[in-house]
Nanobody, 121 residues
């Protein structure tokens, strides 16, 4: 019913910047929260940043001051602007959204397919 499609990953040198995008589509009534997670090789998936429909945000300590999450509610799209990238930011980044669909008042968790970021030193 709902698809999340990410874009914007790639390879960048340390200190560089990159912006990820994630567009949600389908039978969407509203999206209370959207977030970015990442999973580095050999590590568990971790929350990078989250944002509510009203614009409240939260960040992992490791990215505070470097990453900025934002969203366009009209487009059901969330962005992650990543600056001052470090090799330890290398991971697969996943878009996540808690979506209320039009056919039921109950929300459900959705994930994108992931986009890879590689930061070289």
């Amino acid at each position: 019913q709902v698809q999340l499609v990410e874009s914007g990953g790639g390879s960048v040198q340390a200190g560089g910047s990159l912006r990820l995008s994630c567009a949600a589509s389908g039978s969407i009534a509203r999206i209370p929260t959207m977030a970015w997670y990442r999973q580095a090789p050999g590590k568990q998936r971790e929350l990078v940043a989250g944002i509510t429909s009203r614009g409240s945000t939260n960040y992992a300590d490791s990215v505070k001051g470097r990453f900025t999450i934002s969203r366009d509610n009209a487009k059901n799209t969330v962005y992650l602007q990543m600056n001052s990238l470090k090799p330890e930011d290398t991971a697969v980044y996943y878009c996540n959204a808690w979506v209320v669909v039009t056919t039921t008042p109950v929300g459900e968790d959705y994930w994108g397919q992931g986009t890879r970021l590689t930061v070289s030193s």
